[in-house]
C-alpha cells in the first residue's frame, strides 16, 4: 500500500518559517518527479513547488526566493522549507509523485500565517 504522509504543518506568524515533509511508504521518492500543490477553499490547487527524478527543481513564481524543495533518499522524504511566509501562504499543502500514468497524493496538512 502506497502512503505519503506530510508533516510539519501548522501555525506561523507573518515572516516566519516552517519546513512540511512528506515521507513515502510502499514507494520510493528517490529519482521521481515529486511535486509540493497547495489548495484553499476559494482557489483550485495549485503547483508550488517540483523537483524532478534528476533533482531539477521548479518553483511558481509567488513563492520563488522563499521556497525550497528538496530530498533525503536515505529517509525516503521530500521538503518543502518555507520562508518569509506571509498570510496569503495559508492553504493546505499536499505532497505529490508523479508519474506518466498515475499520481500518489499525500492527505494534505494545514499551513496557517497569521499573527
Known amino acids: 500500500q502506497v502512503q505519503l504522509v506530510e508533516s510539519g504543518g501548522g501555525l506561523v506568524q507573518p515572516g516566519g518559517s516552517l519546513t512540511l515533509s512528506c515521507t513515502g511508504s510502499?514507494?520510493?521518492?528517490?529519482?521521481?518527479?515529486m511535486n509540493w500543490f497547495r489548495q484553499t477553499p476559494a482557489k483550485a490547487r495549485e503547483l508550488v513547488a517540483s523537483i524532478s527524478g534528476g533533482d531539477d527543481t521548479n518553483y511558481a513564481d509567488f513563492v520563488k526566493g522563499r521556497f525550497t524543495i528538496s530530498r533525503d533518499n536515505v529517509k525516503n522524504t521530500v521538503y518543502l522549507q518555507m520562508n518569509s511566509l506571509n498570510p496569503e501562504d495559508t492553504a493546505v499543502y499536499y505532497c505529490?509523485?508523479?508519474?506518466?500514468?498515475?499520481?500518489?497524493w499525500g492527505q494534505g496538512i494545514q499551513v496557517t500565517v497569521s499573527s
Open positions: 510502499g514507494t520510493l521518492l528517490s529519482n521521481t518527479d
Open positions: 505529490n509523485q508523479h508519474f506518466i500514468l498515475s499520481d500518489h
